[in-house]
């Protein structure tokens, strides 16, 4: 056996270590499926005795599902970003990662999708959206580019995955035989050549060309549907670029927190170094100026002019009940963390994964506080009427509906990554020298 074929078996077998059913991986998946049980119940609840069971009322009729569902479709923007921008550059240290963005994409799209349908006090007139949507509403693009989005991803991941599955299929023991048995269908009998190789990365390349466009869409229509209306706080011609900006800050922190998590647990630290971690930070510093930038841009201009209703939204966001969350999401989730990740020493593993969960959690309530204020200052006095429908409070049941599309997403992602190579074999053996392209 030469030293190739010695080399290529010592990376297959560092890149499916993982691929195993280990007592962890139960306890993990047991932890996800009863949490997600438990918070299907509450949607039971919600189902059976509607809407009125959330914190949602006539005023503020945007809640936590809606600023859920701004954020997952944000985060699974990060696909595009490094398989596509950075991937059709011939940038080649995303390699080891683009796989974790590519899972990342899959699982936050198509949660998307589910998010907004709790939204929904009837679910089964969403066909209706098809039926009877208007060509000019956003609402109904908005469904058409996530639907989209989610189908060239989920292609993407699994043109990508084609070449490994049958390589891991015929070269590795340890697997039980359901899961030989599933990468047999699943790779649809791939044979190594030249020409199918070839065929496969025209494909590809076909894709991330589709991909770019698409991702763009999809966030710039979610944007629309804030910014078509007239309300303080959401009419603003920088919705999109602004929301765009900001998917890329929720996304590269999502992928550099999976990369912790996957460098330590599936022992990828010959292949996930401290050097992708080095460069994701330099990533996210970039696109957390960017969208500094247009968040000076979104509160300096309306609080120059401050018009009437302008001024009363801003004081309560900048000194009045939603202050707290405000500042702390600004200077916790976006100035410190950028301040932090300019030293080098702050772009190490464990430093890196501490300011990209401030991040991670710092887009979320971002989403929060972008759907939520505005709502509570309408043009007309909020008058005669119960307190809790002036002031909006999330029930519990609303909390755990909300939490339940994070159980979907952990438990898709950790699925996808515990049967599937997390790092691409064949791209990884192609860039070491191990194989010919």
């Known amino acids: 056996m030469d030293e190739n074929n010695v080399d290529l078996n010592k990376l297959t077998d560092d890149l499916t270590f ?90 936050f799209a198509a949660i998307a999708g589910l ?18 949507g208007r060509f000019q509403s956003p609402i109904l693009w908005d469904v058409t580019v996530v639907t989209t989005y989610f189908v060239l991803s989920a292609l993407l991941l699994f043109l990508t995955l084609i070449s490994d599955i049958a390589w891991v299929e015929k070269k590795t023991s340890h697997l039980p035989g359901w899961v030989k048995k599933t990468y047999q269908i699943l790779s649809l009998n791939w044979t190594e050549t030249p020409e199918k190789n070839a065929i496969i990365r025209r494909c590809v390349r076909i894709l991330l060309l589709l991909i770019i466009p698409c991702a763009l869409a999809i966030h710039t229509v979610t944007s629309w549907l804030f910014a078509m209306t007239t309300r303080a706080g959401w009419d603003s011609t920088l919705f999109g670029p602004y929301f765009v900006t900001g998917a890329f800050v929720s996304g590269s922190a999502a992928v ?16 996930i170094t401290n050097d992708h971690f080095d460069k994701m930070g330099k990533l996210l510093a970039l696109v957390m100026f960017v969208y500094l930038y247009f968040n000076i841009n979104e509160f300096l201009v309306p609080g120059f002019k401050l018009k009437t209703a302008e001024a009363v939204y801003l004081i309560d966001l900048l000194t009045g009940r939603f202050a707290f969350l405000f500042w702390a999401v600004q200077i916790g989730g976006l100035i410190l963390p950028i301040i932090f990740v300019l030293f080098r020493k702050m ?32 043009y007309l006095p909020i008058q005669y009427v119960p307190y809790n429908f002036k002031i909006y409070i999330p029930t519990l049941i609303e909390i755990a509906i909300t939490l339940s599309s994070f159980f979907m997403a952990l438990i898709i992602i950790t699925l996808l990554s515990k049967f599937f190579p997390v790092v691409p074999i064949r791209e990884t053996a192609v860039e070491r020298g191990i194989i010919d392209d």
């Open 256 to 271: 550099i927190i999976a990369m912790y998590i996957f460098q330590k647990n599936y022992k990828l630290q010959n292949y």
């Open 347 to 378: 772009r190490t593993p464990l430093p890196l994964l501490i300011i990209a969960l401030a991040v991670f959690v710092g887009s979320w309530f971002k989403r929060y506080i972008i759907v939520i204020p505005t709502q509570e200052h309408p």
């Open 18 to 107: 993982h691929i195993r059913i280990t007592r962890g991986f139960k306890v993990w998946m047991g932890f996800l499926i009863i949490g997600l049980c438990l918070c299907l119940y509450a949607y039971f609840l919600q189902l059976r005795f509607g809407l009125g069971v959330a914190g949602i009322r006539d005023y503020v009729s945007w809640g936590l599902y809606l600023s859920n569902f701004v954020f997952f479709v944000a985060t699974s923007l990060i696909g595009m970003l490094i398989s596509g921008v950075l991937g059709l550059t011939g940038i080649k240290w995303i390699t080891p990662i683009s796989r974790i963005a590519e899972i990342i994409a899959v699982a």
């Open 115 to 132: 998010v907004i349908i709790m939204d929904m006090g009837r679910p089964d007139r969403l066909a209706n959206v098809f039926i009877y």
